[in-house]
DNA sequence: TGGTTGACGTGGT
DNA sequence: GACCACGCCAACC
């Protein structure tokens, strides 16, 4: 796909989506995959609308693993509760086994964007 | 049109 | 190994 009409954000929106249950992603990976890896921020900053996307914008986390932006998901810790739904294990605002649940885009679709 | 923002990342102390 | 400071770049006011 190369929807160079639809904005960052939007771009963004769609990798988010791409994120298997029960996995998760940093902000950076997203940001690689759509080759602009010094936008991390940026990513963070689509997710502020993406609340009104379907975009399970819990499954995205900083590269620490940590769960920065759960302040933004009501104040509550709704968001750690979102991925232990999925079966991610999420102790203090910190995924364990960071590594293992890590979904990175660019090995799930190495050749769908250059 | 220009300046500020920000759910990040990397590097240096 | 933890903490602090700088940089990035698109969207928003």
């Given at each position: 796909m190369k929807p160079d009409t639809l904005s960052?954000?939007?771009r963004v929106y769609e990798v988010v989506r791409q994120i298997p249950f029960g996995c998760v992603t940093s902000y950076?990976?997203?940001?690689?995959?759509?080759?602009?890896?010094?936008?991390a921020r940026?990513?963070?900053?689509?997710?502020?609308?993406?609340?009104?996307?379907?975009?399970?914008?819990?499954?995205?986390v900083n590269r620490k693993?940590?769960?920065?932006?759960?302040h933004h998901f009501g104040g509550t810790h709704l968001m750690q509760q979102l991925l232990e739904n999925e079966g991610v294990v999420v102790k203090d605002n910190q995924i364990q086994?960071?590594?293992?649940?890590?979904?990175n885009p660019s090995e799930a679709f190495p050749y769908q964007l250059a």
């Open positions: 960052f954000f939007e950076g990976a997203i940001a690689a995959y759509l080759g602009a890896a010094r936008s940026m990513v963070g900053y689509a997710m502020n609308n993406a609340h009104d996307k379907d975009v399970p914008a819990h499954r995205v693993g940590l769960l920065t932006g759960k086994n960071f590594e293992k649940v890590f979904w």
